[in-house]
């Protein structure tokens, strides 16, 4: 088994990379909707194009991932994200925005398929989880700068004086009226960088265990006959619906109730809702050597809902802030559904992990069902969907009964004790 820091390291790019790609869509949402005269439900249905893709690509992926092997799928992908954002540069429109948001979601989506088991092997099985936590830092990182970057380009682009080589280089192929779609040639360049990353560099040999592979369509048909496994879907589904539908609209919120830019404090708060997310990683990392990881997730969806009223009822200054809180409380949410429903079965352990990557489709429907009760009932109605999301992941710390609970030091020292 070849161990490769290198590899590693390519993981890693690829995690930035991918964040970059997949969580610019909030601040746009304003820009969308003032550019291409939209509703809101029309402007929703651009990140909805974008992470359908996961519920379409997800399981396909793993048979082709077995198939051409990692670094040949890698490389696909990445080739899916360069012609989704160059069809966009360089025709923005309405129109040419879904088609390129899909393509572009199909391949980040084939990538997340790809990365974890050639982390696994690259890194070694024993460094896994510190490497993964690792990765998910980086994605978070990268998920904060993304804003500043639009914010960057959005706010010089039209300043002459303003000499930045890449403003430059910007400017002759960017609408003055679109600022924004110069982001998607931001997108090309890291696309095509890392294709050429891909083709030079040399892939370990992935050997999955029989748990660990894409499985067949048997496997799958005996997971779906379980309520248990469509209940962990439909909770992911509503993880993810929570995380866009807070990150898509908080912009556009702000400037409709409360009249701040969304070039400025908009994109700032959107970009401290994933900075949170991501210190909150570390948090909950602490809560989960404490506490049952089901009453750490029923403690911070509690956290989730009060700063999901503060944000939505609270006046200007509190709602600001409020808003970005939410990142802070739904860090630890996911790693928690995924090992609690992972930890739920006994075997076909691949086969439900793309079933609940299939469910980060719920970031596609949840932020249009924001928009279209938004268009009817004001914004404000729309984003009080996201009580009904929130209740879905926090049920699972009620009915979740896992085979194996996560390890705490309460729970280690009784072990020692008892075997002393």
Known sequence: MVRSRYMVSIVFLTFFVMSLLTNILGP?????????????????????????????????????????????????AFL???LGSLGFAVHPTYEVAVVSLFVMGSGMATLQTAINPLLRVAGGEEHFAFNSAFAQLIFGIASFISPYIYSYLVLNLSRAEKQNPILQVLRPVTPGTLPWASMYWIFAAFTVVMIVVLVLSRFPKVERTADE??????????????PMVWAFFGCVFAYVGCEQGTADWISKFLATYHGFDPHTTGATAVSWFWGLLTAGCFIGMGLLKLFDSRHVLIGTCSGALVCLTLAIFGPANVSRFAFPAIGLFASVMWPILVSLGLNSVAEHHGSFSGILSTGIMGGAVVPVIIGQIGDH???????????????CVLSVGFWAKPIITNATITLKKAMAEHTT
């Open 28 to 76: 746009l949402v304003p820009d969308i909707i003032s550019s291409f005269h939209v509703s809101l439900a029309a402007a929703a249905f651009l990140p909805f194009s974008f992470f359908i893709a996961y519920g379409v690509m997800s399981i396909p992926a793993g048979f082709l991932i077995e198939r051409l092997g990692e670094k040949t799928v890698m490389i696909a």
């Open 80 to 82: 899916a994200g360069t």
């Open 213 to 226: 592979s894409a499985g067949s369509f048997e496997m799958y048909s005996s997971l779906f006959r379980r």
């Open 377 to 391: 009932f004001g914004l404000r109605a729309g984003v009080a969907f996201l009580y009904l999301m929130f209740g």
